[in-house]
């Protein structure tokens, strides 16, 4: 029989996990003894130098999204340090005044979560998720450490409520995914050249892994385009989210607040305001997504 164009991408996802992992596992393990700035120095001269600004080529799917939207929606964060921690509340602020709701997620393990910021956002509308457990680069890196760590991210997952999980610098392994304990996983791009394992799902759709339905990130990273690029715009993301509502997919983009400063949060304002005037946008929290595509199984293939 001959393998479905998703089982082709996911085959060649999992062998760029392979190739790359002796380089991020010797790159994870060293990266301590080299000064911050050098390492910041090289990733902005390889992100200067890879970027393209290309999409992948998508089979069109219609009537994906409930009550006749066009596309989708979908605002997430990844909160890294303390620094991050303190810029929440301005997030939210910002996100509420003009009407959205996104996903916050936490590294357990690698700066106090308290239990009242949880609760504090979940009770304003927002949704919580599990971001690995260190942060270290490691997680899917060996197959020992990968068992060992979820089994305490699944006790944080129950602490906080979580149904989401985003593998931190999207390390990720389609066939290890699958394993997860959450409803859904964010941990895919839909083409990336410019992350630790470059490539991706090439898809703007959400999807099935095993049972848990994957929602790619489709919107460039914030630090990709504020800080390796230096780019003082939010262009990038205005193009392609108008490319993907074309095709009806998803938008779906990560901010973290540990980059945040007034000028990027203005240029972040600008971006949700003018997604705001699209009203045949659904402007969902990841776990709405995932909870309406798992009544849209069948259309979940790549």
């Not at 910021?117 to 270290?136: A, M, N, Q, R, T």
């Not at 490539?199 to 759709?205: A, D, F, L, P």
């Amino acid at each position: 029989m001959r393998k479905m164009l998703g089982e082709k991408i996911m085959e060649k996802e999992t062998e760029r996990w392979r190739k790359r992992r002796k380089y991020l596992l010797a790159y994870y393990t060293f990266r301590k003894y080299f000064p911050t700035p050098l390492l910041s120095f090289l990733r902005r001269y390889r992100t200067r130098k890879k970027w393209r600004e290309e999409y992948p080529d998508v089979k069109v799917k219609e009537n994906l999204w409930p009550d006749g939207t066009s596309s989708a929606f979908v605002l997430t964060h990844d909160v890294e340090s303390l620094s991050g921690v303190k810029m929440i509340d301005k997030i939210v602020k910002l996100e509420k005044d003009l009407g959205f709701r996104s996903s916050f997620n936490f590294v357990p393990e690698r700066y106090p979560v308290p239990q009242g910021l949880i609760d504090d956002l979940k009770s304003e509308g927002f949704e919580v998720g599990v971001h690995g457990l260190k942060h270290d680069g490691l997680l899917f890196l060996s197959r020992i450490v990968f068992e060992r760590r979820m089994e305490k991210i699944r006790k944080y997952k129950e602490k906080w409520g979580a149904v989401g999980f985003r593998s931190p610098s999207t390390i990720r392994n389609p066939e290890w995914i699958k394993e997860i304990p959450f409803l859904y996983d964010s941990s895919f791009p839909d083409w990336d050249p410019l992350e630790p394992i470059p490539g991706g799902c090439m898809s703007i759709y959400p999807f099935m892994l095993g049972n848990v339905v994957e929602l790619p990130i489709t919107l460039m990273q914030d630090h990709h385009l504020f800080i390796y690029l230096g780019r003082k715009d939010n262009e990038p993301w205005k193009r392609k989210f108008e490319w993907i509502r074309e095709r009806g997919g998803m938008s779906l983009l990560i901010v973290h607040p540990d980059y945040m400063n007034e000028e990027r949060l203005g240029l972040y304002r600008d971006f949700l305001e003018y997604v705001k005037e699209y009203k045949d946008v659904w402007h969902a929290l990841p776990r709405k997504i995932a909870e309406w595509m798992i009544g849209k199984e069948s259309t979940l293939k790549i």
